[in-house]
């Protein structure tokens, strides 16, 4: 007699489901209070450089590596990595740049190296670097002194127009986004990010995932 068809479908589908990636299951659910799954990422401290700034620091004509693909369409972490030194001479070394090349230059820290390296550092969503802390930068061909640059990368939810659409959120929105365990906390102020490179991801720092416990990534709840 066997197994009737329909628990074989049944477990072909639960097969597949379970094969697809994380993020397309969670993509899909929304609770009835409106809150949904997100993926949170943690972002290290890193950089975006301009080609001009990259050549100075490594040299002319000398190309970005890339060694990871990451969650936003097109980004990538680098090989290269650049020393930073504050203004009170203190140095981070291995700031990974992410690529590709930016129109600007920026240096996204925590607060706590901001404390380490004796810089004040405003919450910025990224490329809003008017006014920000100078910094300086070294790599193995030369060194450039920002005249500004650093900050702490607001906390923010990336989204493609359709997921924004299908979540009822619009760029600039903010929520809060909840992580679960034994440090479990709500993080407010969460700006939303949509646009053609977006993909569902909430990106924090390490101050923060370092208080929620959170270690490289972790699912969380827009809630609102
Ligand atoms: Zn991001």
Not at 23 to 34: I, M, N, Q, R
Not at 56 to 82: H, M, N, W
Not at 87 to 92: A, G, S, W
Request: charged residues 25%.
């Amino acid at each position: 007699m066997g197994i009737p068809e329909r628990e074989i479908w049944e477990e072909i589908v639960k097969t597949v489901a379970e094969a697809l990636s994380e993020e397309l299951k969670l993509s899909k659910t929304t609770l009835e209070d409106g809150s949904f799954q997100v993926p949170v990422e943690v972002s290290n401290r890193h950089c975006h450089l301009t080609k001009e700034t990259f050549e100075i620091l490594f040299g002319k004509g000398k190309q970005l590596t890339p060694i990871r693909s990451l969650s936003q369409l097109g980004e990538f972490a680098c090989e290269e990595t650049v020393a930073v030194i504050g203004k009170n001479m203190r140095m981070l070394e291995k700031v990974r740049i992410v690529g590709p090349w930016r129109n600007y230059d920026q240096v996204e820290l925590s607060f706590t190296d901001g404390f380490y390296l004796g810089l004040e550092l405003p919450t910025r969503l990224s490329g809003d670097i008017a006014n920000s802390s100078p910094i300086t930068l070294v790599g193995p061909q030369g060194i450039i002194a920002l005249k500004e640059g650093a900050i702490r990368a607001a906390r923010h939810l990336h989204l493609s127009p359709e997921e924004a659409e299908r979540f009822k959120l619009k760029n600039g929105d903010r929520v809060s986004v909840e992580i679960p365990g034994p440090n479990g906390l709500i993080l407010n102020q969460v700006i939303v990010r949509v646009g053609p490179t977006g993909r569902l991801a909430c990106h924090i720092d390490t101050d923060e995932a370092n208080a929620a416990g959170l270690r490289g990534k972790g699912i969380g709840r827009v809630i609102r």
